[in-house]
Structure formats: structure tokens, C-alpha cells
């Protein structure tokens, strides 16, 4: 059955540092979305992104956020100078189509812990 | 601003027994819903949808059902199994809106534990 993956599992980093986390989404989906989860509270929409830019953002998503499509496989959020607050769980999702005769489920990755010290 | 809530942060239920999650909701443009199961250190999985034109929707142990007028909606497991026990997240969308893309507003989650 396709997934959606996501690498590195679990990622360390100082303050002020830029981090790059990585999303394959499932081959022949073409929506796709961040979000996260800082530990305790709900999962969060953060992003998403179709034809190749940005279709939707959240108050979250400020101009320290990024993300990116650079190969047509690879879908990535970029922070570029972390904060403590960034520490979460982010997880990738895909989505096919959002024909709204097609069944909407959202295909979420398994996530990426982001410890910022 | 919890447009989407989940009350009850916890449930026990015994094997066998029937699990019910509620979820309530504040923005009637929600027009798409959809129930997560979440296992720790993994992503949310995907359980059962149902579209805002439908009150009932059926998936084997899974029941979704949708009251509009009271903004509710709930999930029902019946039977229960030890393996159900997970956090569960109530989702839902806005799919037939000009400029949405289907971002998701969770819930904060409902922790079930089934009890054998």
C-alpha cells in the first residue's frame, strides 16, 4: 500500500538554526499539506501547497517557513532560523484529487519530531 | 478559537463493548468530516469520512454519524478491541468553498483505551 514518508524521524537543533524536513508524498497525489503538533495540543494546519505553490497558508506560517517541491517527488518545509516554540511533531499529507465525488482522505506521514534547544 | 472540539480528552471501554467519541463543531460551512486514529510516535491514520449531505456513514466496526443542526458529530466501534485503543481526532474541512484547498481543523483528540 503507498505512504506517504517523511525523514529524519527525529531532528535536533540549536536556536536559530535552519532545518529542512523531508515529505515523499504518495506518487500520483497532487495536494499536499503540512501540519503540526507541539506536544499536548491538536494537530495544526500549517501549509498547503498544489501546482507547485503555495494554495493555502495558516497564521502559523510565517516568513520563517518555506516549503518546496525541487525534484517532483521530494515536498519540504523549510524553518530558517528555529525557535524553542518550534519544537513539534510535523507531519506531511497528500491528497489525490479533491473532486468532491472522490472519497476525501487525507494520507499523513509519520511525522518528523523537531527538538529545538 | 476551537472551531472543532473534542470534550472528552479520555474513554474506557470494556472489549466487546461499544466505544462512542463525540465531536462538536462551531463553523456550519464545515462541509466535510473525517475521524483520525493516532498511535504514539506515528502519524494519524485514516479512518472514516462522511460529507455534510449525509447523516450516517458505515465502515465494518465504524460508525460515523452527523447531526447538522446540532453541529455534532460522533464515532461509534462496535465491537471495541484492545487494538482500538489509541487517541482518536475528529477533523473537518471546508471542500466546496471558493479558494480551499482542504485543510483539515482537528479536534484536540479523545484517548480510548479498550480493556480486555
Known amino acids: 500500500e503507498p505512504e506517504v514518508t517523511q525523514t529524519p524521524s527525529h531532528q535536533v537543533t540549536q536556536m536559530g538554526q535552519e532545518v529542512i524536513l523531508r515529505c515523499v508524498p504518495i506518487s500520483n497525489h497532487l495536494y499536499f499539506y503540512w501540519y503540526r503538533q507541539i506536544l499536548g495540543q491538536k494537530v495544526e494546519f500549517l501549509v498547503s501547497f498544489y501546482n507547485n505553490e503555495i494554495s493555502e497558508k495558516s497564521e502559523i506560517f510565517d516568513d520563517q517557513f518555506s516549503v518546496e517541491r525541487p525534484d517532483g517527488s521530494n515536498f519540504t518545509l523549510k524553518i530558517r532560523s528555529t525557535k524553542l516554540e518550534d519544537s513539534a511533531m510535523y507531519f506531511c499529507a497528500s491528497i489525490r484529487s479533491l473532486d468532491r465525488v472522490v472519497s476525501y482522505e487525507q494520507y499523513f506521514g509519520p511525522g518528523t519530531r523537531l527538538t529545538v534547544t | 478559537d476551537q472551531q472543532v472540539k473534542q470534550n472528552s480528552p479520555s474513554l474506557s471501554v470494556q472489549e466487546g463493548r461499544i466505544s462512542i467519541l463525540n465531536c462538536d463543531y462551531t463553523n456550519s460551512m464545515f462541509d466535510y468530516f473525517l475521524w483520525y486514529k493516532k498511535y504514539p510516535a506515528e502519524g494519524p491514520t485514516f479512518l472514516i469520512s462522511?460529507?455534510?449531505?449525509?447523516d450516517k456513514n458505515e465502515d465494518g466496526r465504524f460508525t460515523v454519524f452527523l447531526n447538522k443542526s446540532a453541529k455534532h458529530l460522533s464515532l461509534h466501534i462496535v465491537p471495541s478491541q484492545p487494538g482500538d485503543s489509541a487517541v482518536y481526532f475528529c477533523?473537518?474541512?471546508?471542500?466546496?468553498?471558493?479558494?480551499?484547498?482542504?485543510?483539515?481543523?482537528f479536534g484536540k483528540g479523545t484517548k480510548l483505551s479498550v480493556k480486555p
Open positions: 477533523a473537518a474541512s471546508l471542500m466546496n468553498y471558493g479558494g480551499s484547498q482542504g485543510n483539515l481543523i
Open positions: 462522511i460529507s455534510s449531505i449525509k
